[in-house]
């Protein structure tokens, strides 16, 4: 399922949670102390996340913080920040092409300076709702990158401390002008002198929010203060000021690839949630845990007999956007999915073997060419989430592990058209439980972890029937209510027809 359709969705979704929301972000510099605080401010009804992306391919490693794996701010490895906060109305879209994926973490993963990030909004649009994004970096340097009537307007600091909440710099008069929490923060950081993370702790604690509107309530979720010479982070959950979550980025980067949930961290403790587990699965070669896996789909020769299949079910997307999905896919390479989401409508996405697209209700249909071109053809080359040996290359040996709750054999493959990725086999039973790649987009590859689990038995061959999906701007589940195997038609995958006129 291609990351690129979330691109869409998430733009239009973000709009009902977070127009006319409270953001408060400044950072601030004193010689070699570089500190930054945000206030991340929005519904309570959705999660508080932050996860941990490992360095990979001259992409940065980083943290970053949100909901449903959409960041809204974070910090990388080079002591780059970015966060941003809504705006009123900034006039026409820029015609520049967009970014492709979530703004901050693109500009986490390419991005080292200040200069780095302003050369690279340059080059693109930001296709979302309004905003406007304060970046700074270890060295001190910081600006604000707003787009007026299309046109990208860098602002730059000219003191020691830089500040945004949800007016326009640029032009104030646009809306949200004057602004008290932008007046607060100013006037403590006017007589602040020298800034400890305690101040800035106690000018987040000034603007913070807490709000009822009918049976929602909102506020502030979370608060940060990033230390970014050191690469430490501070974390205050739910305006509690008092007990910040201490994080040392490079340590938690070597734990890997993973998502951790603000209020157990705050609960818990950070250091409680990864408890060392010792692996029990004895030594097996790469190209045995391959073989083992085939077997446990059924044997080869009831993975031969699959040449297409045709999957109904539900599928549980972030954003509160539940709705039925429709999946036709035809051996070697053909794919369509449909998605009828509870308030953003259909949304259709396919590759014919030579074409990619998508479409999204009331939006005009988007074909889809190089990088994610080349990814959307990954996705039809993964035939019923089957890893077949004869199509990878194991690359080293295979590793004993753990991977959500379960004990597996960690094996990493190549494959000429899907690059590299790593998979993680049941060491009980061998069937494949999930992998992590690294898909790439038009600035450089992300991430993504998939989750396969509770197989069923078609014709002799398994397929799962829940899958998950985290990645850059995506986090869903599936639910395969209904599977039939060997149906489906050439017009299945056609444009100008409907999915269900392509079955016999």
């Known amino acids: 399922m ?127 709702n309004d905003a406007h994004f304060l970046i700074a970096d270890r060295a001190g340097s910081s600006v604000v990158g707003e787009w007026i009537d299309g046109q990208f307007k860098p602002v730059r600091k000219s003191g020691p401390y830089q500040l945004i909440t949800n007016f326009l ?99 818990k403790g950070l250091e409680n949630l990864d408890v060392p587990r010792k692996t029990t699965a004895k030594s097996k070669s790469a190209d045995q845990i391959l073989r083992d896996a085939v077997e446990a789909r059924g044997g080869r020769a009831a993975a031969l007999r699959v040449q297409s299949f045709h999957a109904t079910g539900t599928a549980d997307i972030g954003w509160d956007n539940p709705g039925p999905f429709e999946i036709f896919a035809l051996h070697p390479d053909k794919l369509r999915m449909t998605v009828n989401m509870k308030t953003l409508g259909k949304y259709d996405t396919g590759f014919d073997g030579r074409n990619a697209w998508q479409l999204l209700t009331n939006q005009p249909r988007r074909f889809l060419k190089d990088e994610l071109l080349a990814q959307m053809r990954d996705e039809a080359e993964f035939f019923a989430w089957f890893i077949d040996p004869r199509q990878y290359t194991p690359l080293g040996d ?60 078609i014709e002799g061959f398994l397929f799962p029937t829940h899958i998950t999906v985290q990645g850059e701007d995506e986090d869903y589940k599936l639910t395969l209510r209904s599977i039939d195997i060997n149906h489906v038609r050439d017009s299945a995958f056609s444009l100008s027809s409907e999915s269900s006129n392509g079955r016999n």
Not at 68 to 83: E, I, P, S, T, W
Not at 183 to 197: P, Q
Not at 206 to 220: I, K, L, V
Not at 412 to 426: N, V
């Open 2 to 128: 291609n990351r690129a359709k979330w691109i869409a969705v998430v733009g239009l979704a973000l709009v009902p949670f977070h127009l006319s929301l409270p953001c408060t972000i400044f950072s601030v510099a004193h010689g070699r102390k570089v500190l930054v605080g945000n206030n991340e401010d929005a519904s309570y009804s959705f999660p508080d996340k932050m996860w941990f992306v490992p360095a990979i391919d001259r992409a940065h490693a980083r943290i970053c913080f949100g909901w449903y794996c959409f960041a809204q701010g974070g910090m990388n490895d080079q002591g780059l920040f970015m966060d941003w906060a809504v705006t009123p109305n900034a006039g026409k879209k820029s015609d520049k092409p967009p970014f492709e994926g979530n703004i901050v973490e693109r500009v986490l993963a390419n991005c080292a300076t200040v200069e780095e990030a302003v050369t690279l909004f340059r080059k693109y649009a930001y296709p979302g």
């Open 169 to 267: 710099l640029s032009d104030p008069q646009r809306g949200n002008y004057p602004c008290s929490r932008h007046a607060t923060a100013s006037k403590m950081l006017d007589n602040s002198g020298k800034v400890t993370v305690q101040d800035c702790a106690a000018m987040l604690k000034a603007t913070s929010a807490d709000w009822t509107d009918g049976d929602s309530r909102g506020g502030t979720k979370y608060s940060n203060v990033f230390d970014l010479a050191n690469r430490e982070i501070y974390v205050y959950y739910r305006r509690n000021f008092d007990k910040p979550i201490r994080i040392n980025l490079a340590k938690e980067l070597r734990k890997g690839l993973r998502e951790v949930d603000l209020k157990d961290a705050f609960e």
């Open 398 to 457: 295979a590793t004993p592990t753990w991977f959500d709750d379960k004990e597996c054999y960690a094996v990493r493959l190549s494959k000429k058209s899907r690059k590299e990725l790593t998979c993680y086999f049941d060491a009980r039973t061998s069937l494949l439980t999930g992998l992590i790649e690294s898909p790439r987009t038009p600035t450089g590859p992300t991430w993504r972890k998939m989750t396969f689990a509770d197989y069923r038995a």
